[in-house]
Structure formats: structure tokens, C-alpha cells
């Protein structure tokens, strides 16, 4: 059964570190590449960050950019999401999704997503 | 892009046809899923390529639309369907999300 499992969430201070773990069985973890999206206490969906099947590219959005580092370990079937400076606003439940399909710049779908993560920033 | 969903939220009965709107600021091709959430569970996948039902979805659900205007309508609405849905564009990054429909029980 594919199946993508996050965890590394918690509770950190404003301006604190987090590193969260997505780890994938059921597939070949190296054929796909990962996204990271996250929600909010009662908002939407916001999508963060992706990283290519090989790791050879990525992408973040501005609300994270170089604050937070998508990395992933294909011997260990493992992507990762580090943290840094961390705002009241990142307060959210971070999912992992598999992306499908697609030439990893457009196309595709986030097809299987890991029940999520929660992160809460507060002093 | 920005995608603008409507309506933000909806109240219908059992049985009922439903059409929620997603609008992008650009034209996103057909590079558009529709996904649905229940409270405290994950997003699931209802439609990719704007029209392509994903596997197991019932085909009481359809997607529709290119470039800038899509829809998804839900022919039948059966209790298991309410919830949120959300409409992704998948055509450049940031891969942004509408806003959210909830679709309630009237």
C-alpha cells in the first residue's frame, strides 16, 4: 500500500528550528518527486515546496523561501523539511504528497498525501 | 497565479446537482486537480487534468474547463460528499490553491 508518514512536528519558539520527516513505502520512492503543503488552524491549503525525484531541483514558495530547505534521502526513502526562524504564522498541519504524473516543472497531481504533521510556533 | 474559487461556501440537500467555479488570473492550460477534505483527514484527489477522473472516484463527479475557467459539478450530492473541496493549478510554480468551497448540508 503506497502511503507517505510525516512526523518531526511539535511546539517551538518564535524564531526556533524544526525538522520534519516524510517518509514513503509501497513505491519506488525514487520515481516521484514530493511536495510539502500546509494548513493553518481553519484556513485553506497553502503549497510550500517541492523537490525532484532525484533531488536535483526545487522550489518554495515565498511565504518560505530561504527560511525553510526541502532535502530528500532516496536510500531511505525520506524527504525532509528544515525549519529555520520560524514565525507565530507557520503555526499549520504540514502534509507531504507524492506528485504523479507531469515533467516535474508542470503537469501531474498530488495523487497520495500523508495525514500530516502538526507545527506550533508560540512563546 | 492566483485561483479564485465560488462560491466560498454552499448549503444543499441529498440529491441535489452542485457546481463549484475555480478561476485563475492566467491561463493554466488544463493543468488543473480538483482534490476534496474532511475535516481533520488529508486532501484527497477527485480530478486531475482538469477532467480526468482519479481512480475510485465515483463518476457522480465531473470536471470541466481550460485556461482560465473550470468547474466541478457533482450530479447527485450523496451524504459522503460534503466536505471542502479545493481546485489546485499545476501549470507553473508556486502550485497554488483556490481558496476552498464548503459544501454543507442544507
Known amino acids: 500500500q503506497e502511503q507517505l508518514v510525516e512526523s518531526g512536528g511539535g511546539v517551538v519558539q518564535p524564531g526556533g528550528s524544526l525538522r520534519l520527516s516524510c517518509a514513503a513505502s509501497g513505491y519506488t520512492f525514487s520515481d516521484h518527486g514530493i511536495h510539502w503543503v500546509r494548513q493553518a488552524p481553519g484556513k485553506g491549503l497553502e503549497w510550500l515546496t517541492v523537490i525532484w525525484y532525484d533531488g536535483s531541483k526545487e522550489d518554495y514558495a515565498d511565504s518560505v523561501k530561504g527560511r525553510f530547505t526541502i532535502s530528500r534521502d532516496n536510500s531511505k526513502n525520506t524527504v525532509y523539511l528544515q525549519m529555520n526562524s520560524l514565525r507565530a504564522e507557520d503555526t499549520a498541519v504540514y502534509h507531504c504528497?507524492?506528485?504523479?504524473?507531469?515533467?516535474?516543472?508542470?503537469?501531474?497531481?498530488?495523487?497520495?498525501w500523508g495525514q500530516g504533521t502538526t507545527v506550533t510556533v508560540s512563546s | 497565479i492566483q485561483l479564485t474559487q465560488s462560491p466560498s461556501s454552499l448549503s444543499a440537500s441529498i440529491g441535489d446537482r452542485v457546481t463549484i467555479t475555480c478561476r485563475a488570473s492566467?491561463?493554466?492550460?488544463?493543468?488543473l486537480a480538483w482534490y476534496q477534505q474532511k475535516p481533520g483527514r488529508a486532501p484527497k484527489l477527485l480530478i486531475s487534468?482538469?477532467?480526468t477522473l482519479y481512480s475510485g472516484v465515483p463518476s457522480r463527479f465531473r470536471g470541466s474547463g481550460s485556461g482560465t475557467d473550470f468547474t466541478l459539478t457533482i450530479s447527485s450530492l450523496q451524504p459522503e460528499d460534503f466536505a471542502v473541496y479545493y481546485c489546485?493549478?499545476?501549470?507553473?510554480?508556486?502550485?497554488?490553491f483556490g481558496q476552498g468551497t464548503k459544501l454543507e448540508i442544507k
Open positions: 504528497a507524492r506528485i504523479f504524473g507531469g515533467d516535474g516543472y508542470k503537469g501531474g497531481v498530488l495523487d497520495i
Open positions: 492566467q491561463g493554466v492550460s488544463s493543468y
Open positions: 489546485q493549478q499545476l501549470n507553473s510554480y508556486p502550485y497554488t
Open positions: 487534468a482538469a477532467s
